[in-house]
């Protein structure tokens, strides 16, 4: 098995589709936060900027909750991406970075299915995470950085330390590090220029393909308090999530609510 130490940025590059020729990749043994390393450089990249760290010492997830993670057991990496903007163009963006890595991880041979608003499901369980942050650019464009975080393997202790079960992709873990890498960045390289141009509508029906928990009774959390609970019918073309209860469809935005299942 290859581990986080053979990552190279010119044996990524080696191995990336055309449409990610121009991404720069930068590899770094430690840092605290690929995600906070970029948004501090966005005013200065020259362009699309993979940064991939073999240990995050202080990785997070969405609303500053940590990421707990291991070398050799996950991979986490941040992209950096100038879009047209303004910012509010960029609603859905999350989802969107979520039907890449999972179409990716099925073409690998590892069918996934998406939890709104930014998860990846395998069996059940959490196996990646997405967290996306933006930011303005002089020229009024906007600038995201697209964290992702995933579980190759999931030793006994690090599951304990996690608090909860998740789930793991040995089959990936197997992968030459540097070719899996490639295979993702190439499919998000491509879904973020098209992102940049259509916005999430066209994503839409592939995401709700993926959908894991379609029809499914659920409950909307915020900071642990029920706001509303119905069944899922999957998302709008603005990646909000359509929830059927007493009172009809209702369209739920992200921002910071917990989906779970209803009899969680």
Request: aromatic share 4%; proline share 4%; with cysteine.
């Amino acid at each position: 098995m290859t581990k986080h130490s053979d990552l190279n940025s010119a044996a990524i590059a080696a191995h990336c589709a055309t449409g990610a020729a121009h991404v720069a990749i930068e590899v770094v043994d430690e840092t605290g936060s690929t995600n906070a390393d970029l948004l501090a450089r966005c005013a200065s990249l020259a362009g699309p900027t993979l940064r991939i760290a073999g240990q995050q010492t202080a990785g997070r997830g969405r609303a500053g909750r940590p990421w707990v993670s291991q070398p050799d057991a996950s991979l986490m990496f941040s992209l950096a991406w100038p879009f047209k903007g303004p910012l509010h163009r960029l609603v859905g963006l999350p989802l969107a970075v979520g039907v890449a890595l999972a179409e990716s991880m099925t073409a690998l041979g590892v069918p996934v299915q998406l939890k709104w608003p930014n998860d990846l499901l395998k069996d059940g369980h959490k196996l990646a995470g997405i967290l996306v942050e933006t930011q303005q650019a002089a020229d009024g464009g906007a600038w995201a950085v697209v964290g992702c975080g995933i579980n190759l393997l999931m030793p006994d202790a690090l599951e304990q330390q996690i608090g909860r079960s998740v789930s793991a992709v040995p089959w990936l873990a197997q992968m030459e590090r540097n070719t899996l890498v490639a295979a993702l960045l190439s499919r998000l390289a491509g879904v973020l220029a098209e992102f940049d141009d259509t916005g999430f509508a066209p994503f839409a029906e592939r995401w709700n393909t993926l959908h894991a928990w379609q029809g499914q009774h659920v409950k909307i959390l915020d900071n642990g308090q029920l706001l509303q609970q119905g069944v899922a019918v999957g998302v709008d073309e603005l990646g909000r999530l359509l929830l059927r209860g007493e009172d009809g469809l209702q369209t739920i935005l992200s921002g910071d609510v917990s989906l779970r299942l209803a009899r969680e």
